[in-house]
């Protein structure tokens, strides 16, 4: 009888997803709409012969079906529309789903066209397995996909146990064994020789068949089924690799018809902007910068590029400010890719759906956005934010960058000087008479000195600042170089 381990049939629960017009799903956005309405059908090449994959429903009004060549199928339908699989474009669209199922379990594994995920204590995460099930079975739907799903307890079981549609209940332990005993042993993965065995035999059942004592099976069967028989009864490991999310996101949207107005841009770009935000999701960071690129059907593509003032995972952010770009953006008459990127990211900030006191958290995000719009519709270089850099020296204590491309480490501690609010663009040299310091009137000091010290690793510079008047009471900002006994003024109180 089948052996389950009492701890892992309490704690393990896998979930296998099955897509089974995945190829036909993956072409139909890349196809007219006149087109998708006739009779299709997805050809592949098994042993020499072209036969059908998979069809859509108007071609299995026809009679058309999975495995029938492709001469049979015409001769069924003569209207059949015959695709070519796409395996490139299929691997591209399963890993969007791997993505998706991702955000549900850390546990995720990738097999060819099989995606499987371990649910294991994800119950309380949301609030119940069915919930689980329920919210897994929608997102998958969202994507435009047919889905099918199996319940069991390890990856073997599981795929055994696919059911024709999505089931979002989860069944217990008891009936989980039960269905597992009496699945048709004709869906166990085996050779033609090995289901003749399995007819003399009698054997009907996977329940039939694990009933059988294990010497006399491996005597009878390949050491592939006996692998398979151990894995169902947990006694030795399904190994697959884990997936895990790419280190870049790279995604396109192909309209072979072509989009010739930037209004048509926005569906696409909203929907590569959503899966980016699916993407962040799960890996859990936040993205500092995107690049659409466009291609036309003739001539050369244009790029864009957005970047952010702080981290961003929100699309419907991100959707804005690619359209204020995209406004001062000259495009080809006619798009067919929209492709977008992204490459640089950093950690979720901690705390990200935190709510603050005083709402600081709100406030800022509020001028970050702000940032954001008025660079994507003004440009990068539009904007620039003082800063104060580690020198002691006045006119090199701030300088101009980007808003939001600074550190946010606070400088070191600064001197505290009596330092008017507003210098002269460069020091301006004081003339000496009859021993009276002169700059357009005669001055007098009235406080100081107080000794500022800098770049001494290069070549070190040591001022004397003073605090000087005219007759009418104006206040000037002066120092004199210790090396030269050369006097300046530096700045101008109001």
Sequence with gaps: MLKLDKKSARSDIWLYLHFPLLPLETLLPKIQVEQAQKPIAIMSLQKNIQRVLCCNAQAEAWGVEANLS???????????????????????????????????????????????????????????????????????????????????????????????????????????????????????????????????????????????????????????????????????????????????????????????????????????????????????????????????????????????????????????????????????????????????FIEAPMGTFNLDLFDNQKNAQQSHELIDSLNARLGINALSQPILNQDYLPEQASTLVAPGKHSSTVPGEQVKTSQPLWLLSAPAPVQMRNQQLYWRQPLSIISGPERLCGNWWQSEQQRDYYIASDSKGARYWLFRETSSQRWFVHGLFS
């Excluded at 059988?212 to 030795?236: C, G, H, V, Y």
């Design 70 to 344: 492709i001469s049979t199928a015409l001769a069924l339908c003569p209207e059949l529309e015959v695709l070519p699989r796409q395996i490139d474009q299929e691997q591209q669209l399963l890993q969007q789903l791997a993505l998706v199922a991702y955000s549900f379990s850390p546990v995720v594994i990738l097999n060819d066209t099989n995606v499987w995920l371990e649910i294991s204590g994800c119950q309380q995460l949301f609030k119940g397995y069915d919930q689980l099930l329920q919210e897994l079975a929608n997102r998958l739907c969202s994507q435009s996909v047919t889905v099918v799903n199996g319940i069991g307890q390890n990856p073997t079981a599981a795929k055994l146990l696919c059911k024709s549609e999505f089931e979002t209940q989860l069944p217990n332990q008891a009936e989980i064994r039960h269905r597992l005993l009496n699945t048709e042993i004709r869906f166990l993965k085996s050779n033609r020789k090995q289901q003749q065995s399995f007819k003399q035999l009698g054997l009907n059942t996977l329940g039939d068949l694990l009933a059988l004592p294990r010497s006399a099976l491996s005597r009878r069967f390949d050491s592939e089924l006996m692998l398979t028989i151990a894995q169902l009864n947990n006694e030795k490991p399904f190994i697959a690799p884990y997936f895990h999310p790419a280190n870049t996101f790279h995604d396109l949207i192909q309209n072979p018809q072509g989009i010739f107005n930037k209004e048509s841009l926005l569906f696409p770009m909203k929907m590569l902007l959503q899966r980016l935000c699916q993407y962040l999701m799960a890996r859990q960071c936040h993205c500092r910068e995107v690049e659409w690129c466009f291609e036309p059907l003739i001539g050369g593509s244009q790029t864009m590029q957005i970047q952010l003032s702080s981290s961003q995972n929100n699309w419907s952010t991100l959707l804005m400010l690619s359209r204020l770009q995209l406004e001062r953006l000259e495009l080809p008459r006619s798009i067919e890719k929209v492709i977008l990127s992204a490459d640089q």
